[in-house]
């Protein structure tokens, strides 16, 4: 199903009467999967479903919408992070940090396109993929009791928010300015998996894709959460392209993209984000892009013939490159389709400010967990 069709409908751009028809099904819907997220928060809340405190930091980044708000970057951010801090408290000892997912659209050989992702942002961190999140974290902790430290383990549960069977010690909460609250709608009618009433458990909020909104649609964002958090909890972040890279690990300059034709290609959450980035920083490469941005599906496992059919596309358009992102590059097994080379924009964030201090406060909740586990 097209993507873009979907959020043409949800969003309630597409006035047609068959998606005036599917609204009105999918609000249907979207109270009955209310109806679940709402007994299972009160579970939760009242104790009927426990939740399971382990012996460690844990740091939950998560989403209250679906599709892609730019997570796995900031997982990565607060891994680094956690690494310094753990460092500093102890330089004699290997920091102790896995990251822990669900693994939602791993292959047959048990990883996705994340873990592939944050393998390269953060090598030589364990990450632990498993539906039941809490019982592989406990093994993993189960399995440093040999190795020698005062300071607890930590913990960074990626894709967080709505796992909580897990207790967290911070809960960092990522909000796309471009698409904040899911069209206002719970699923399927909107993209929200909660009600915007849950957003009431952040600890901060991450605001990312800042630079592709206006001052003033910030400002509004700014006053709706300012309801859960403390001004100084609202951290506003860029997401900043640095360098072009292939699968053999070969970098290129971005001015390249000024002077090379490409045709882009992605199977992201938010795949218009890939192409709003690429005008937004790279304006003069707009003119070397040839056809249409080619959409897959999130998480989709590229096939040879996904390949060979976009190596022919890039041919009859004249492009030299097929460009995409990390997500999509750790999937491709070949550097190049029919003489067309696969080259990934690598980002990074930015914060505009504050960064310094949540780094602050990560250090003092750690501190804080560390000295009551030592009592």
Not at 58 to 69: A, M, Q, R
Not at 152 to 157: H, K, M, N, S, W
Request: proline share 5%.
């Amino acid at each position: 199903m097209n993507l873009s069709w979907i959020h043409g409908v949800q969003s309630g751009a597409d006035r047609s009467w068959r998606a005036r028809l599917l609204r009105r099904c999918l609000w249907v819907l979207s109270l009955a999967y209310g109806v679940v997220v709402l007994c299972r928060n009160v579970a939760y809340q009242t104790g009927w479903l426990r939740t399971r405190r382990l012996p460690a930091f844990v740091v939950s980044v998560g989403n209250i919408t679906t599709g892609g708000t730019g997570k796995t970057p900031l997982v990565g951010w607060v891994v680094q992070a956690l690494h310094a801090l753990l460092l500093s408290e102890k330089p004699e000892n290997q920091p102790q940090i896995a990251i822990l997912s669900r693994g939602y659209g791993a292959t047959t050989a048990g990883s996705n396109d994340e873990k592939a992702v944050l393998d390269r942002i953060c090598p030589g961190v364990p990450h632990l993929q498993n539906r039941q999140r809490a019982r592989i974290a406990a093994e993993w902790l189960a399995s440093l009791l040999h190795v020698p430290t005062l300071k607890c383990p930590a913990i960074v549960l990626d894709d967080g928010m709505q796992h909580r069977q897990l207790a967290r010690d911070v809960e960092l909460i990522v909000i796309d300015a471009t698409h904040p609250f899911g069209y206002g709608y719970l699923l399927p009618r909107g993209m929200l998996r909660e009600p915007l009433s849950q957003l009431m458990r952040a600890d901060w909020f991450l605001v990312t894709r800042s630079e592709m909104v206006s001052q003033q649609q910030l400002s509004s964002l700014r006053e709706k959460l300012l309801k859960f958090v403390p001004q100084d909890r609202i951290l506003e972040i860029e997401f900043r392209p640095s360098r072009l890279i292939n699968m053999q690990g070969e970098t290129r300059s971005l001015s390249e993209l000024e002077s090379v034709a490409y045709l882009p290609f992605c199977g992201i959450g938010n795949p218009t984000g890939f192409i709003q980035l690429l005008k937004h920083w790279l304006p003069a490469a707009s003119a070397q892009m040839k056809g249409t941005l080619q959409i897959f599906d999130d998480h989709h496992h590229y096939t040879p013939q996904d390949l060979d059919e976009l190596g022919l596309l890039a041919n009859a358009h004249g492009a030299r490159w097929l460009l995409t992102t990390m997500k999509d590059l750790v999937k491709i097994p070949q550097a190049s389709s029919h003489g067309v080379e696969f080259w990934a924009v690598e980002i990074a964030p930015h914060f505009r400010e504050g960064d310094e201090r949540l780094r602050q406060y990560l250090k003092d909740r750690y501190e804080s967990l560390n000295r009551s586990l030592m009592d």
